[in-house]
């Protein structure tokens, strides 16, 4: 089980353009159509299963929000840093 961590920690390995929001850690990426959403949803996705840690994905029109935290840890954990990181590069 991974260590939840500090507010601190948080705010310094948070990468840029991703918020805490209490106990998540969320990005908006925005698209200039519809399906390019879709089709980065389904990557965010993919990579989720690989590392079996999985966000919440909502997507809207021409963006897609995504929310990570650790349920088992109740809590932010580097796994959440680790996924926000992924899929920043998968952008
Ligand atoms: C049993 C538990 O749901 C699994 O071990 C995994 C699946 N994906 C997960 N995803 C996230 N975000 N947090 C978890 O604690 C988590 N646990």
Redesign the pocket.
């Known amino acids: 089980m991974a260590e939840l961590l500090s507010d601190e920690e948080i705010r310094t390995q948070l990468p840029d353009e991703w918020e805490q929001e209490g106990d998540e850690i969320a990005r908006t990426y925005a698209f200039d159509d519809y399906l390019a959403g879709v089709s980065f949803a389904t990557q965010v996705g993919e990579v989720?299963e690989e590392e079996?840690?999985?966000?919440e994905i909502r997507i809207g029109y021409e963006e897609v929000e995504v929310r990570?935290?650790?349920?088992?840890?109740g809590g932010i954990t580097e796994?959440?840093i680790r996924?926000a990181n992924l899929f920043d590069s998968e952008y």
Request: proline content about 7%; hydrophobic content about 30%.
């Open positions: 989720a079996f840690h999985h966000p990570l935290t650790s349920h088992e840890e796994k959440d996924l």
